[in-house]
T-cell receptor, first 117, second 109 residues
Framework: EAQVTQNPRYLITVTGKKLTVTCSQN?????MSWYRQDPGLGLRQIYY???????DKGDVPEGYKVSRKEKRNFPLILESPSPNQTSLYFC????????????????FGPGTRLTVL | GIQVEQSPPDLILQEGANSTLRCNFS?????LQWFHQNPWGQLINLFY???GTKQNGRLSATTVATERYSLLYISSSQTTDSGVYFCAVVREGTYKYIFGTGTRLKVLA
């Protein structure tokens, strides 16, 4: 089944304890992305990757790191989490990356609910 | 940056009613999608529609890119249609996705 998977689905942690949220897709998609969703602020893009080893900042990259060493995986790293990073996180992937002439339908993972105490 | 506004922000319908949700965007886009976020938080793809009209069962969507808006039509609404509807766009020449503000729909039995 074609899908985007995220782990863990739920995580409660403490301030400063490094964590990684994994994201994997099995659709051979070039483009992958991370979003956070907060009440009243909607969904905002954190980082995206157009291809292996190519990443760029979205609108809210502060406090996050990403890497794209393989096409199928795009982990989100919080080196020193803080309470303001408590949020619902989504990973997504698409064949193309949004430019004209490419097919860019995004598919989303199930979400990871993170609480930082 | 590009602004993506959705209207109405909230909508309450009786089961069986029809509705139209609107997405306005302030700049040229290469990509437009409609999503439904169900009460469990899952984001479900409805339409990938950078231009033109598509239909899928009781739902249809139209994007008029030159006039910078898209419409999502829901006919014969059901309680399972409840949730939040988002549009998302990619501004022309970029790879960044911007989500709209969302329309919260509640369908009453």
């Amino acid at each position: 089944e074609a899908q985007v998977t995220q782990n863990p689905r739920y995580l409660i942690t403490v301030t400063g304890k490094k964590l990684t949220v994994t994201c994997s897709q099995n659709m051979n998609h070039e483009y992958m992305s991370w979003y956070r969703q907060d009440p009243g602020l909607g969904l905002r893009q954190i980082y995206y990757s157009m291809n292996v080893e190519v990443t760029d900042k979205g609108d809210v990259p502060e406090g996050y790191k990403v890497s794209r060493k393989e096409k199928r995986n795009f982990p989100l790293i919080l080196e020193s989490p803080s309470p303001n990073q408590t949020s619902l996180y989504f990973c997504a992937s698409s064949l193309g990356g949004g430019l004209a002439g490419t097919y860019n339908e995004q598919f989303f993972g199930p979400g990871t609910r993170l609480t930082v105490l | 940056g590009i602004q993506v506004e959705q209207s109405p922000p909230d909508l309450i319908l009786q089961e069986g009613a029809n509705s139209t949700l609107r997405c306005n965007f302030s700049d040229s886009v290469n990509n437009l999608q409609w999503f439904h976020q169900n009460p469990w938080g899952q984001l479900i793809n409805l339409f990938y529609i950078p231009s033109g009209t598509k239909q899928n069962g009781r739902l249809s969507a139209t994007t008029v890119a030159t006039e910078r808006y898209s419409l999502l039509y829901i006919s014969s609404s059901q309680t399972t249609d409840s949730g939040v509807y988002f549009c998302a766009v990619v501004r022309e020449g970029t790879y960044k996705y911007i989500f709209g503000t969302g329309t919260r729909l509640k369908v009453l039995a």
